[in-house]
């Protein structure tokens, strides 16, 4: 069974950065996609990126395409959502989830890390 465990979300300053961590365990990952999404109160879950554990190919929203990046550590199990020049309307929960390659949907997923960005 996968388990993801997300960490690294706090209280920032506009135009600051934080580092959000997902912690996987419960299968060998090399077959996964792996990605971060988030909802805002009153708003929709959305993507935010993607990485082919694999490979390493990535895939962004283009509201954080050039100010947030997604990479994976293979020896600790372990995806990391760099976020740089955030922004107030950044201000989210943010989810880990994963996907096996040949399955369309995200079916695992992280409990959540708040993400508050004060103007």
């Known amino acids: 069974q996968v388990q993801l465990v997300e960490s690294g979300g706090g209280l920032v300053k506009a135009g600051g950065s934080l580092r959000l961590s997902c912690a996987a365990s419960g299968r060998t990952f090399s077959s996964y996609v792996m990605g971060w999404f988030r909802q805002a109160p009153g708003k929709e879950r959305e993507f935010v990126a993607a990485?082919?554990?694999?490979?390493?190919?990535?895939s962004y929203a283009d509201s954080v395409k050039g100010r947030f990046t997604i990479s994976r550590d293979n020896a600790k199990n372990t995806v990391y959502l760099q976020m740089n020049s955030l922004k107030p309307e950044d201000a989210a929960v943010y989810s880990c989830?994963?996907?096996?390659?040949?399955?369309?949907?995200?079916?695992?997923w992280g409990q959540g890390t708040q993400v508050t960005v004060s103007s």
């Open positions: 990485i082919r554990w694999s490979g390493g190919s990535t």
């Open positions: 989830a994963a996907r096996p390659i040949n399955v369309p949907n995200f079916g695992s």
